[in-house]
């Protein structure tokens, strides 16, 4: 045992000599080896020759043995962190005299991860949905996937009548489509609440159309619906004027234009200035050219549709409007082109949100 003690004295001693010497990385990597290496490490082979010591007195020499490698380690340890730099990897002082750990320059600057951020069109729908809660609507939902009676039939549409090819319909199958549009809701909530309603249904619509810069098969729309008694087309058009001064800005020019929806009336669309090209260019392919781009439908709700959910139309009335999100949000924003929103290119969408 005593024979192990000075051993392991000695060796302290050795590794201190030559550990005062050791100026370079290099050197302390070859000081490293000597001592902790795996095979001829001089401490590794102290925890061999452990197996050979007495029983009684393995407790202790394991001990010793222990805190020499404790203490190697940690010369090893501050050595490194003080500036010379130790470890494998061919780690060392760099040219420009930087840290380096591993051969890595800690100096660099660090790669800039990107956190994802919610989709223009999500934060666009919220603002709209902020604007109308602040109003006091509520938000409801309907399903995308609907039947003839709820997406035509029940809003005034009979079967066969010609209003319906204004809505390039996708057929599923027998009586199943995808819906045009979100005002199938409005029937929904009708028939299962009383007046008054005050209500927004943002959702997905789905058409048979040709792609171009403000046409897709799959968009956006958000359906507003008020019914009470006493309600007007003023009140209609008071909203509608405070919600799109709060979407963009009071100085934002917009036109109510008569119009015709088998499921109001009267009816208007509402169309906003171009804010793409500002009325300036007659090629524009958002405008066309008249500086107006139509971003909703509206009107009072027919006393037929109001009959079919067994709302007396002679005690009620109400307002309904149908938005363009993505139509909206290109305006907005200043996007030339709808199909941006869709194409998943991460230099687009980076520009929205938190970054
Ligand atoms: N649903 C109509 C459309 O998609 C818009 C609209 C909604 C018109 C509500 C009037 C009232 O074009």
Redesign the pocket.
Known sequence: MSSLRDRIEGLRKAFEESARKAGDARALEELRNAFLGRKKGHVTLLFEDLKSVPAGEKREAGQLINELKDFVQEWLRQKAASGVASVSGGGSITTHGYKTEGGTDLTLPGRKRYVGTPHPLTLFEQEIERVFLGMGFTIEEGPEIETDYYNFEALNFPPYHPARD??DTLFIKGDLLLR????PV?VRVMERSKPPIRIICPGR?FRHETPDPTHLPMFM?V???VVDEGVTFAHLKGTLEYFLRALFGEKVKVRFRP?F?P??EP?A?VDIECIVCGGRDAACRVCGGTGWKEI????M?HPQVLKNVNIDPEKYSG??????IDRTAMLALGIPEMRYFYENDLRFLRQFGTK
């Open positions: 204004k809505w045009t549009h979100t005002s409005q619509v729309q359906e507003g619906l119009s929806f499921f109001t009816s669309e909703l439908g509206s009107g709700v307002w309904a409007f149908g938005l363009g």
